[in-house]
């Protein structure tokens, strides 16, 4: 019965995988402008974050669209097609679930940000637009 539930979604997510990225596509928003001088600033910020996904998650999805819109340099780790970032992910958060932000702070402490929701919430209170780049 095990087998038959993976290969059941596994169709399934060759299925919906592809209208879902073609909506990602064309739905993506164009990302903000900043001078050269602040885009470096945010970049180097962004530096610390590595976002671990699944290409045809929902959720991973949006999470890839707020990026976009910020106009941020993030590392996308796929956690399904890469054994080392799925396993990094499962040690540092002790499950694999994606979207899931991973945050270096200063002298090597790491946080695990999960639910795209509050990855998004963070994101744009981090790197939100100033008033004076509106």
Not at 16 to 39: K, S
């Amino acid at each position: 019965m095990k087998i038959v539930i993976r290969y059941f979604f596994k169709t399934l997510r060759l299925l919906i995988g592809p209208p879902l990225l073609l909506g990602e596509w064309l739905t993506t928003p164009r990302g903000v402008v900043r001078t050269p001088e602040a885009q470096e600033k945010v970049n180097a910020e962004t530096a610390k974050l590595a976002l671990y996904q699944f290409r045809t998650c929902p959720f991973c999805i949006k999470v890839r669209k707020e990026i976009k819109r910020y106009s941020l340099e993030i590392e996308l780790r796929d956690a399904r097609g890469n054994a080392e970032h799925r396993q990094a992910l499962k040690q540092g958060l002790g499950k694999i679930q994606v979207p899931c932000l991973r945050i270096e702070k200063g002298e090597g402490e790491v946080v695990w940000m999960e639910e795209s929701a509050a990855i998004n919430r963070y994101l744009q209170q981090r790197f939100g637009l100033l008033e004076e780049e509106k």
